[in-house]
T-cell receptor
Framework: EDQVTQSPEALRLQEGESSSLNCSYTVSGLRGLFWYRQDPGKGPEFLFTLYSAGEEKEKERLKATLTKKESFLHITAPKPEDSATYLC????????????FGGGTRVLVKP | ETGVTQSPTHLIKTRGQQVTLRCSSQSGHNTVSWYQQALGQGPQFIFQYYREEENGRGNFPPRFSGLQFPNYSSELNVNALELDDSALYLCASALPGGDTQYFGPGTRLTVL
């Protein structure tokens, strides 16, 4: 069964303290690996799509990387406005756009 | 460009009732998916619609049903509501042939 697992469940950072979030996936026939940001009570906001091992994408203080078994979301010098839940999801070949999500990592950045 | 919109924002129902949630997809998007997100968990795939036909379904009972209209807007219907149906219901749309799904703000359903 396809599975996506995120760790840690929660992360408390001081402003400026860089860290990484982990997303482990067990998917036969990976089509894409997605990262979303979700603020409380709102819908997920798209961040990145990664397709192949070795691929990296960046946006402001965020960088996502992909290996054959894991993806990492690196947060460099975070600010309080980076506080959110970060969701990782996978899609499969021959399965349309269906996304399988992990449980998310709640990030709190304190000033 | 208008993003994905959902209505209503919040809804309170009692056990056994029926509910209809609505979604307008982003302009040009012809694929709509619905997800259920319980508090503190990741979203769970309910089903997807493409060209008005169901195109994939997750592990949800038949009392969860949907429709997609010619303008690509969509409805999620849930019959015989149970307490465990309390969740944030998310709609997401995608471009033809696109991989990335863009989510709406969600409808918070509370079943008492």
């Amino acid at each position: 069964e396809d599975q996506v697992t995120q760790s840690p469940e929660a992360l408390r950072l001081q402003e400026g303290e860089s860290s990484s979030l982990n997303c482990s996936y067990t998917v036969s026939g990976l089509r894409g690996l997605f990262w979303y940001r979700q603020d409380p009570g709102k819908g997920p906001e798209f961040l990145f799509t990664l397709y192949s091992a070795g691929e990296e994408k960046e946006k402001e203080r965020l960088k996502a990387t992909l290996t054959k078994k894991e993806s990492f979301l690196h947060i460099t010098a975070p600010k309080p406005e980076d506080s959110a839940t970060y969701l990782c999801a996978s899609s499969k070949l021959d399965a349309g756009n269906k996304l399988t999500f992990g449980g998310g990592t709640r990030v709190l950045v304190k000033p | 460009e208008t993003g994905v919109t959902q209505s209503p924002t919040h809804l309170i129902k009692t056990r056994g009732q029926q509910v209809t949630l609505r979604c307008s997809s982003q302009s040009g998007h012809n694929t709509v998916s619905w997800y259920q997100q319980a508090l503190g968990q990741g979203p769970q795939f309910i089903f997807q619609y493409y060209r008005e036909e169901e195109n994939g379904r997750g592990n949800f009972p038949p009392r969860f049903s949907g429709l997609q209209f010619p303008n690509y807007s969509s409805e999620l219907n849930v019959n015989a509501l149970e307490l465990d149906d309390s969740a944030l219901y998310l709609c997401a749309s995608a471009l033809p042939g696109g991989d990335t799904q863009y989510f709406g703000p969600g409808t918070r359903l509370t079943v008492l």
